[in-house]
């Protein structure tokens, strides 16, 4: 069955630091691999996709790498503050235009 | 990006009673998704709702347990039925994003808690 593992432990990083967050994924051929933030007591915010034919994007501080080879992704938060404290969740779509969640991972950044 | 609000954001039900939450959405939008985040976990979809025709529900999850309408291009309910303290969750409506890669915008959620 398809399964997305995120780091289940939280990731407490010092202010300045770049955030290395983790997406595996087994049993998938997603067209588009996707993270989103959530801050307790909302609903997800989108903030970057990236295609299967693509190996990197970046949008400001954020980095997304993707490598369909080894079914993994990286989210990278350079220069990170407090504000960037969040679970952090990836989200893969093939088909049907359906999402599946991974577990997520909760980033602490401390000053 | 939609604006999307939901109602209502939170609730404390009796064991047995129903729910029906509702999701407003600021623009016409052709597929709306509805999720369950239950304590600690991550997002599980329930079903899709196109506008005029009957919801796609996931594996696990039944139309007489979850009735989805979706009357127009804006709006749609779930209704949590005969509810029992498993059901205890956040419920999260979403919407698709403008062009074709299946990027979503949510609601709030609505916190349930049922006793």
């Known amino acids: 069955s398809q399964k997305i593992e995120q780091n289940s432990e939280a990731l407490n990083i010092q202010e300045g630091k770049t955030a290395t967050l983790t997406c595996n994924y087994t049993?998938?051929?997603?067209?588009?691999l996707q993270w989103y933030r959530q801050d307790p007591g909302r609903g997800p915010v989108f903030l970057l996709l990236?295609?299967?034919?693509?190996k990197e994007k970046r949008k400001e501080r954020l980095k997304v790498t993707f490598d369909t080879t080894l079914k993994q992704s990286l989210f990278h938060i350079t220069a990170s503050q407090p504000a960037d404290s969040a679970t952090y969740l990836c989200?893969?779509?093939?088909?049907?235009?359906?999402?599946?969640f991974g577990t997520g991972t909760r980033l602490q950044v401390t000053l | 990006s939609a604006v999307i609000s939901q109602k209502p954001s939170r609730d404390i039900c009796q064991r047995g009673t129903s729910l029906t939450i509702q999701c407003q959405v600021d623009?016409?939008?052709?597929?709306m998704f509805w999720y369950r985040q239950q304590p600690g976990q991550s997002l599980t979809l329930i079903a899709t709702?196109?506008?005029?025709?009957?919801?796609?529900?996931e594996s696990g999850f039944v139309i007489d347990k979850f009735p989805i309408s979706r009357p127009n291009l804006t709006f749609s309910t779930l209704t949590v039925s005969n509810m029992s303290p498993e059901d205890s969750s956040i419920y999260l409506c979403?919407?698709?994003?403008?062009?074709?890669?299946?990027?979503?915008?949510f609601g709030p959620g609505t916190r349930l808690t049922v006793l």
């Open positions: 623009s016409q939008v052709t597929m």
């Open positions: 989200a893969l779509s093939g088909t049907a235009s359906k999402l599946t």
């Open positions: 990236i295609r299967e034919n693509e």
């Open positions: 709702a196109n506008q005029g025709s009957e919801a796609t529900y």
């Open positions: 049993n998938y051929s997603p067209a588009y």
């Open positions: 979403s919407v698709e994003g403008s062009g074709r890669t299946d990027t979503q915008y």
